[in-house]
T-cell receptor, first 112, second 114 residues
Framework: GIQVEQSPPDLILQEGANSTLRCNFSDSVNNLQWFHQNPWGQLINLFYIPSGTKQNGRLSATTVATERYSLLYISSSQTTDSGVYFCALLGSYGGATNKLIFGTGTLLAVQP | GAVVSQHPSRVICKSGTSVKIECRSLDFQATTMFWYRQFPKQSLMLMATSNEGSKATYEQGVEKDKFLINHASLTLSTLTVTSAHPEDSSFYIC??????????FGQGTRLTVV
C-alpha cells in the first residue's frame, strides 16, 4: 500500500522560531491535506493542497506532487502551535477509490 | 469550515456489550464518510470508507462483523462496536467529505471497555 512518511517525528522549538515539516509519499495522489491535532484529539484543517503553495497567516504549505512531497512551514511559532501535525493523502489505493490515508505525524512542542 | 459532530465523546462500557457511535455532518451533505482508530501516540488508522446507500469498504484486518458501519443518509453514519472487549478500547474518529472537497473531522470518541 501507499507509504506516507513525515519528518521529523518530533520537534522542539523555542517560541518565535521557524520550522519546516515534511511529508513524503510513495504513490500518486488526488489531493493532500494538512491537519493539526490538538491535545483533546480534535483534528483542525490547515490546508487542502493538491499542488502549489498556499498561505494562511503564519502557516504556509507547498505540495510538489510530481516529486511526491509536501512541506508545511510554521513561522514565528507560538506555544499554541504545539500538538501533532499530520498530512493525509486522498487517492485510489489497494483497489479502492478515494481513501484518505494519514502520515506518521510530527509531534511539535513549542517552549516559551 | 464545515462541521462534523461525533457523539458520544466518551463512553465506558462493559466487556461483551455493544456501543454505537454517531457521526453527523451538520451543515453539509456528505457522500463519503471515513472511520478511523487511533492508539496513543500513533497516527490515525483507516478502518473503513462508507458511501451513502452502499456497504462500507473495510480495510484489511478490520473485522466487518465486529465494527458495523451504517451510512443511511447523507448526514449520518454510525459505527457499532459489537461484543466489545478491552482490546477495542481506543480513540475513534469519523470524517466526512464530498467529491472534490476536503475532509472534515468529528471530535472523536474515547471508548473504554472494562
Amino acid at each position: 500500500g501507499i507509504q506516507v512518511e513525515q519528518s521529523p517525528p518530533d520537534l522542539i522549538l523555542q517560541e518565535g522560531a521557524n520550522s519546516t515539516l515534511r511529508c513524503n509519499f510513495s504513490d500518486s495522489v488526488n489531493n493532500l491535506q494538512w491537519f493539526h491535532q490538538n491535545p483533546w484529539g480534535q483534528l483542525i484543517n490547515l490546508f487542502y493542497i493538491p499542488s502549489g503553495t498556499k498561505q494562511n497567516g503564519r502557516l504556509s504549505a507547498t505540495t510538489v506532487a510530481t516529486e511526491r512531497y509536501s512541506l508545511l512551514y510554521i513561522s514565528s511559532s507560538q506555544t499554541t502551535d504545539s500538538g501533532v501535525y499530520f498530512c493525509a493523502l486522498l487517492g485510489s489505493y489497494g483497489g479502492a477509490t478515494n481513501k484518505l490515508i494519514f502520515g506518521t505525524g510530527t509531534l511539535l512542542a513549542v517552549q516559551p | 469550515g464545515a462541521v462534523v459532530s461525533q457523539h458520544p465523546s466518551r463512553v465506558i462500557c462493559k466487556s461483551g456489550t455493544s456501543v454505537k457511535i454517531e457521526c453527523r455532518s451538520l451543515d453539509f451533505q456528505a457522500t463519503t464518510m471515513f472511520w478511523y482508530r487511533q492508539f496513543p501516540k500513533q497516527s490515525l488508522m483507516l478502518m473503513a470508507t462508507s458511501n451513502e446507500g452502499s456497504k462500507a469498504t473495510y480495510e484489511q484486518g478490520v473485522e466487518k462483523d465486529k465494527f458495523l458501519i451504517n451510512h443511511a443518509s447523507l448526514t449520518l453514519s454510525t459505527l457499532t462496536v459489537t461484543s466489545a472487549h478491552p482490546e477495542d478500547s481506543s480513540f475513534y474518529i469519523c470524517s466526512a467529505r464530498n467529491p472534490g472537497t476536503e475532509a472534515f473531522f468529528g471530535q472523536g470518541t474515547r471508548l473504554t471497555v472494562v
